[in-house]
């Protein structure tokens, strides 16, 4: 039997002994039912078991399962069939994608001496499966063009835009040249992406053993390092334009969707790449000649680093298989009781490179932990008021291929359906790295305090309030003490949130545990079982948390009275961006013009060392002043608009503590919602991204040259950084109209909300 | 024939073509004898000339000439008939110090493998000084203890009081332990003075490629850089409690000085230690078991750095020959024609570790042609004011030893006669840097703007400025260019201007080109006249600029009217310094109060590593707020007695320009000059500092803890780093005191200034 607060608050005071407070209501939840949530999600809580991911895992990483491999068939089948067994209605949904498999891949030193790469990660004994040579994908870089190419060699450090920029100022040119990069720095599609817009003609990519190698700690099977001869695959295709299927931009890839000629593909890169290890690359870089390069670009290698080029040559060739092959998306549905077309989506991919029990199965498991336990609550009678989507992805790994196609073929039904998507891929030990939109915030904040860590005696959200304060400069100290809630960061790219978020416009959020266990098995034969079981979150414990974390936030908006999205987090996010735009353009205007006063005084010519020479820069054009304005009107209306809401919210809550029932009828609540879930499309444009017309949300998109790495604001942050004057002010009306419309939607939410009774 | 300037002033006003400006006259002359000594200066300036400076260098590099060698002999009794040769009076000055030179050396691994250090620097093919092995010091470093000692192997990084605290919180102690440490972070010194602090055994000290080695470029002999073998030799006595024979602190160590046993010599090492290269040192390394070292930790070798202790165990022998050696400073007079009294030094020692063509040879030949250029106007009937001493001093490397004895032994004579002391010891290419006294400051920038760099097309004092801009942060840009003059560094130790500077308080300079070439031959047999000819100065263009500037300062004092002092510069530094340590009071009181609440807060326990543990710090005792005001009020009054003494010296620059002979007579004029040399004096104090009372200058002073690098205002800054706050409003005063001594003394200066006819 349940008491209503009113009575408890009574006996509270009456009592000589004080009782724990009554916990404040979940947000979008009334006094009970905050209670009846917080009771299933107990149940909820105590249903993911590590032993049961640990087998989970065992089974699913067993063979390398790669795009069109049978074991990718063969798991989207098991899965299915699990999902099946907890309860849920589930199918495969296939898709017909470009994915290249290698034909052909030399690399090879052809002067002055002479030295053939190996591009073969030998297996080791002792771990099982890195012996599966026949169904393994060969080390390369999925969407290089196809290409046979000899050139000098130069060393980029890690090849994004600064980078050449450095090389110009020493007189190093990489005009027909192939160049080397090391991985980091950006995500690896942008250097062979950066390295063609200068005119090289083949690009490597090698794992320094400094940023990942020996330098972190002992290398597998020893430790859980990057061994000499591992290598990172990985896709390069043009992904800030537009993941998915290269020939399929927009649109579904099914049987008879319009597509690209291979030829046609605006995604696949201009010249070939090839990644390999540090094994291989250790001949290569000590045949250059040249300058020595400064010291942030050294790596780890017991030689000295230079740009070239010089006598060394070097002959790339790439050829790959360019046929279509088949996606196997999992698609399981758990149905809604009252709101069954509002839909909560939660997904991690299933695909790999090779193996990939970190990457993706420390993060699958737990979504299938997940799946079971909310199958089983089903099962004793809960019934969620929304309708439960958990998807599993093919196809992530070559370009977010299962998640976009899938998106793309749905889109209509999820720009009107779709409430949230929840994104999970790898998991390790340690802190709950939350990152997604921003009228999430708050209600994420509320989900992480709920999840205790495994390993401190503290709950998620306290270990990385700790955390923050720890790690931060004085003013994030005092922040994380003093602000209500912990700040998530915003998505860039790099997994299956993408199509929901930037480009249907669905509010996202992506979690997973991370930062104490570091590995250099990422993308090579070596992400296995024996390396997870090992070096990772080997207890599985983190993989419950996950699994806690990421269910509790899946019910909870299921069976919110009222959607938890909270605007004033959000306005005051968009003003820090706002804030930071202005602080970039006054820098960047004071850089140029000191540069300019700089080539003025002769510095450059006068610091000029004769023996190992530089060039001084050219003059740049001043900076014009921005028109801020609009932005920053709307920013008040949207900050003005989101403390009304607030206000209507709480006393929205008050008045539901009254009465058991809750204040507001269904059918009001219903349709505030139904608006609610539009809140985050109104932040974007239908026109898209300048360049990228794919990218729709104005608030956060992956870097043009940076890759997963996001630019918030994008059109007025990216014109800015790229001296591109004449379209900033543009940019801010077209993002100032958007946070004017979100402000004009919250606000109509708050009088509906205030009125609803 | 000279024209006075009205004169000329006339002619070219009524010219038609414009003359170039007269230049303003030089600090401390008017109008009249700054045109003789331009006249001087010019004639100076072309007569260095840099093939002899290239014959001397291999002349006086041809063999080993530590201390105590017969080739150190030699080259002293060569420089006193050089300056003879010069027209100099010459003699050798001899004092008896303790100089341990090696008797045996071993470092082995003992477990759980072995390995025996070969502890050699193999000679080089091509380089002919290389093989004279009959004749070289061993690689080791002097003052160590005698000791045989075996214990777990730690690895410390630079083996500074930071790195113990890291190790602390790793749960690693050093009680019963060999440390191995990094060269760098600090003097060398330093490494086993804390490591024996901590319950250390023995200290190993090695060459890290990454910061002397193939990191920064080709090894030696196909570059200049540190070849895998290659050993910094170096003294380890602990100079920030005093330089010198370890025997007679503060009295010159003649035949019948009373000395210290060698065991009561309180600057000898606590433990034994040793020098090795990274080629010894990487089996070392290797062997360390335990957790993984920060980041910042990480050397170049190829391999993964770990703290230790483990099972590796080391075994370090020291013994040594502890008799005393004879030292053979030369000193060279050119006498004064009418402030005989007055005398202006001028110093570079002439021993080396080994052959030195760098150390010290490079800086000694630029004195040398300075002595034969002096000489030769001389010759010409150029007479200097004062006396000018040149000294090529014995024992810097073991410890300043030449110049400390010889300045202990003749202390009266220097307190009452020494104008200024001008030091150099390497040189090479690039950038004149400059540190010393800042009531010199305005005077030496004076003397920069009247030296060519070798390379660009404008003065070393303009290639400093634009570096310093091309360099800086916005504020320091801007200083950069409105401040009238670039700012010079303090001096902390590392070459002769300390017992000058520190011990007598005779305001200094120290000299160097460099900043360009990067080498790593420091203290090793490769540091000779082949690697010099081939990787430095190699045209010594850079020496004849060295020689250039320094002559010309000396020059300068010998011959100014009223000694260039000048206090304006001096008193805004002294205010920066004060600014300094409020600012790192609160600095440190604010680490305090956050640590102590993060401690409070449960942060250390909440965000530990179960699988690499650390340990929460220990709560510290709240800072005091501290008593600046007699320091800030002491700094008022010099600031206003130096802009008081500025208005009298320019008021005197204008009478001097109406008449021909200068407005003050004289003996005003000796009068002012004899008081104005005492005005360093006023900045020590007789007792010295706290724990080291050989050093009485209250200013400046090598730091207890870093050895080489400066520590200004050391009383406080020292206490207060360290956590001695009791004793630190005590120093405060003694500041103060010295700095209203100072004021003082500038005042009266001011008033008979502005008062001389």
């Given at each position: 039997m349940?008491?209503?607060?009113?009575i408890?608050?009574?006996?509270?005071?009456?009592?000589?002994?004080?009782?724990?407070?009554?916990?404040?209501?979940?947000?979008?939840?009334?006094t009970?039912?905050?209670?009846?949530?917080?009771?299933?999600?107990?149940?909820?809580r105590?249903?993911?078991?590590?032993?049961?991911?640990r087998?989970?895992?065992?089974?699913l990483?067993?063979?390398?399962?790669?795009?069109?491999?049978?074991?990718?068939?063969?798991?989207?089948?098991?899965?299915?069939?699990?999902f099946?067994?907890f309860g849920?209605?589930a199918?495969?949904?296939n898709?017909?994608?470009?994915?290249?498999?290698?034909k052909e891949?030399?690399i090879?030193l052809v002067?002055?001496?002479?030295?053939?790469?190996?591009?073969q990660?030998?297996?080791?004994?002792?771990?099982?499966?890195?012996?599966q040579?026949?169904?393994?994908?060969?080390?390369?870089?999925a969407?290089s063009?196809?290409?046979?190419?000899?050139?000098?060699?130069?060393?980029?450090?890690?090849?994004?835009?600064?980078?050449?920029?450095e090389?110009e100022?020493?007189?190093v040119?990489?005009?027909?040249?192939?160049?080397?990069?090391?991985?980091?720095?950006?995500?690896r599609?942008?250097?062979?992406?950066v390295?063609a817009?200068?005119?090289?003609?083949?690009?490597?990519?090698?794992?320094?053993p400094?940023?990942?190698?020996?330098?972190?700690?002992a290398v597998?099977?020893?430790?859980?390092?990057?061994p000499r001869?591992?290598?990172?695959r990985?896709s390069?295709a043009?992904?800030?334009?537009?993941?998915?299927?290269?020939?399929?931009?927009?649109?579904?890839?099914?049987?008879?969707a319009?597509?690209?000629?291979?030829?046609?593909?605006?995604?696949i890169?201009?010249i070939?790449?090839?990644?390999i290890?540090?094994?291989?690359a250790?001949?290569?870089?000590?045949?250059?000649?040249?300058?020595v390069?400064?010291?942030?670009?050294?790596g780890?290698?017991p030689i000295?680093?230079?740009?070239?080029?010089?006598?060394?040559?070097?002959?790339?060739?790439?050829?790959?298989?360019?046929?279509?092959?088949?996606?196997?998306?999992v698609?399981?549905?758990?149905?809604?009781s009252?709101?069954?077309?509002q839909w909560v989506?939660?997904?991690?991919?299933?695909d790999?490179?090779?193996?990939?029990a970190?990457?993706?199965?420390?993060?699958?498991?737990?979504?299938?932990e997940?799946?079971?336990?909310?199958?089983?609550?089903?099962k004793?009678?809960?019934?969620?008021?929304?309708?439960?989507?958990?998807a599993a992805w093919?196809?992530e790994?070559?370009?977010?291929?299962?998640?976009t196609?899938?998106?793309?073929?749905?889109a209509?039904?999820?720009?009107?359906?779709?409430?949230a998507?929840?994104?999970?891929?790898?998991?390790?030990?340690?802190?709950?790295?939350?990152?997604?939109s921003?009228s999430?915030?708050?209600?994420?904040?509320g989900?992480?305090?709920d999840?205790?860590?495994?390993e401190a005696?503290?709950?998620?959200?306290?270990?990385?309030?700790?955390?923050a304060?720890?790690r931060?400069?004085?003013?994030?100290?005092?922040?994380?003490?003093?602000?209500?809630?912990?700040?998530?960061?915003?998505?860039?790219?790099g997994?299956?949130?993408?199509?929901?978020?930037?480009?249907?416009?669905?509010?996202?959020?992506?979690l997973?545990?991370g930062?104490?266990?570091?590995?250099?098995?990422?993308?090579?034969?070596?992400?296995?079982?024996?390396w997870y079981?090992?070096?990772?979150?080997?207890?599985?414990?983190?993989?419950?948390?996950?699994?806690q974390?990421?269910?509790?936030?899946v019910?909870?908006?299921?069976?919110?009275d009222?959607?938890p999205?909270a605007?004033?987090?959000?306005a005051?996010?968009?003003?820090?961006?706002?804030?930071e735009?202005?602080?970039?353009?006054?820098?960047?205007?004071?850089?140029?013009?000191e540069r300019?006063?700089?080539?003025?005084e002769?510095l450059?010519?006068?610091?000029?060392?004769?023996?190992?020479?530089t060039r001084a820069?050219?003059?740049?054009?001043?900076?014009?002043?921005l028109?801020?304005?609009?932005?920053?009107?709307?920013?008040d209306?949207?900050?003005?608009?989101a403390?009304?809401?607030e206000k209507?919210?709480?006393?929205?809550?008050?008045?539901?503590?009254?009465?058991?029932?809750?204040?507001?009828?269904?059918?009001?609540?219903?349709?505030?919602?139904?608006?609610?879930?539009?809140?985050?499309?109104?932040?974007?444009?239908?026109?898209?991204l300048a360049?990228?017309?794919w990218?729709?949300h104005?608030?956060?998109a992956?870097?043009?040259?940076?890759?997963?790495?996001?630019?918030?604001?994008?059109g007025?942050?990216?014109?800015?950084?790229q001296?591109?004057?004449?379209?900033?002010?543009?940019?801010i009306?077209?993002?100032?109209?958007?946070?004017?419309?979100?402000?004009?939607l919250?606000?109509?939410?708050?009088?509906?909300l205030?009125?609803?009774?």
């Amino acid at each position: 039997m349940r008491v209503t607060v009113p009575i408890l608050l009574g006996v509270g005071a009456l009592s000589l002994t004080p009782t724990a407070p009554s916990p404040e209501p979940l947000r979008g939840f009334t006094t009970e039912s905050s209670r009846v949530e917080r009771d299933w999600e107990t149940r909820f809580r105590a249903i993911p078991d590590p032993a049961r991911m640990r087998s989970m895992m065992e089974r699913l990483s067993a063979r390398p399962h790669h795009v069109g491999s049978p074991y990718d068939r063969a798991n989207a089948e098991w899965l299915r069939d699990q999902f099946r067994s907890f309860g849920w209605q589930a199918e495969i949904e296939n898709f017909d994608v470009l994915f290249p498999t290698p034909k052909e891949r030399v690399i090879e030193l052809v002067a002055p001496t002479t030295f053939k790469a190996k591009l073969q990660e030998p297996s080791l004994s002792g771990d099982p499966t890195s012996g599966q040579h026949d169904e393994q994908l060969p080390t390369y870089n999925a969407y290089s063009i196809d290409g046979d190419v000899t050139g000098p060699l130069v060393f980029v450090n890690y090849g994004v835009p600064a980078d050449y920029e450095e090389l110009e100022r020493h007189g190093v040119s990489v005009k027909g040249a192939v160049v080397i990069a090391k991985y980091g720095g950006s995500w690896r599609g942008i250097k062979p992406k950066v390295a063609a817009e200068h005119g090289a003609v083949g690009c490597l990519i090698y794992s320094d053993p400094r940023d990942d190698g020996f330098g972190g700690g002992a290398v597998f099977p020893n430790g859980p390092m990057r061994p000499r001869d591992g290598v990172q695959r990985g896709s390069v295709a043009d992904m800030p334009t537009y993941p998915g299927d290269p020939l399929t931009p927009g649109v579904g890839a099914t049987k008879d969707a319009k597509r690209y000629t291979v030829a046609e593909a605006p995604t696949i890169t201009k010249i070939p790449v090839l990644p390999i290890s540090y094994g291989d690359a250790e001949p290569l870089l000590s045949a250059l000649t040249g300058d020595v390069v400064p010291d942030s670009w050294r790596g780890g290698l017991p030689i000295t680093y230079r740009f070239g080029p010089g006598a060394a040559r070097v002959h790339l060739r790439v050829k790959s298989d360019w046929s279509l092959k088949t996606l196997n998306d999992v698609i399981a549905r758990l149905p809604g009781s009252s709101e069954t077309d509002q839909w909560v989506i939660r997904g991690n991919h299933h695909d790999a490179w090779v193996n990939g029990a970190e990457d993706p199965i420390s993060g699958l498991v737990a979504e299938l932990e997940e799946a079971r336990a909310l199958g089983d609550l089903y099962k004793q009678g809960w019934r969620p008021k929304r309708t439960i989507i958990y998807a599993a992805w093919d196809g992530e790994e070559p370009g977010l291929l299962g998640s976009t196609e899938w998106a793309e073929a749905h889109a209509d039904e999820l720009r009107q359906h779709a409430v949230a998507y929840l994104n999970s891929d790898t998991n390790g030990r340690g802190y709950l790295d939350i990152e997604g939109s921003h009228s999430l915030e708050k209600f994420i904040n509320g989900v992480e305090k709920d999840v205790a860590d495994p390993e401190a005696n503290v709950s998620s959200w306290k270990r990385n309030q700790l955390a923050a304060i720890r790690r931060g400069s004085a003013e994030s100290r005092r922040e994380a003490r003093e602000r209500e809630d912990l700040r998530i960061g915003a998505l860039g790219s790099g997994s299956d949130y993408s199509p929901f978020l930037q480009h249907l416009g669905i509010a996202s959020l992506n979690l997973g545990y991370g930062g104490e266990d570091e590995g250099g098995i990422y993308h090579s034969i070596y992400d296995d079982f024996y390396w997870y079981t090992h070096f990772s979150d080997t207890a599985f414990v983190y993989g419950r948390a996950l699994a806690q974390a990421a269910g509790q936030a899946v019910m909870r908006l299921a069976d919110a009275d009222l959607l938890p999205f909270a605007f004033a987090n959000l306005a005051e996010t968009a003003q820090r961006y706002a804030t930071e735009l202005q602080q970039l353009r006054d820098r960047r205007a004071m850089e140029i013009t000191e540069r300019n006063r700089e080539i003025e005084e002769g510095l450059f010519a006068a610091t000029n060392d004769p023996r190992s020479p530089t060039r001084a820069p050219a003059t740049q054009a001043r900076a014009p002043q921005l028109e801020f304005a609009p932005l920053l009107n709307a920013l008040d209306s949207l900050t003005r608009a989101a403390q009304q809401y607030e206000k209507a919210y709480s006393q929205w809550v008050d008045r539901s503590g009254v009465t058991q029932a809750g204040a507001a009828s269904a059918s009001t609540l219903k349709t505030i919602n139904e608006r609610l879930i539009q809140a985050e499309r109104a932040l974007t444009t239908q026109d898209g991204l300048a360049k990228r017309p794919w990218y729709t949300h104005l608030l956060y998109a992956p870097g043009y040259y940076t890759g997963y790495g996001v630019k918030t604001m994008p059109g007025v942050r990216e014109a800015i950084e790229q001296g591109e004057w004449s379209t900033v002010n543009g940019e801010i009306e077209r993002i100032a109209a958007a946070l004017t419309r979100e402000a004009s939607l919250v606000s109509q939410l708050a009088v509906t909300l205030a009125g609803a009774r």
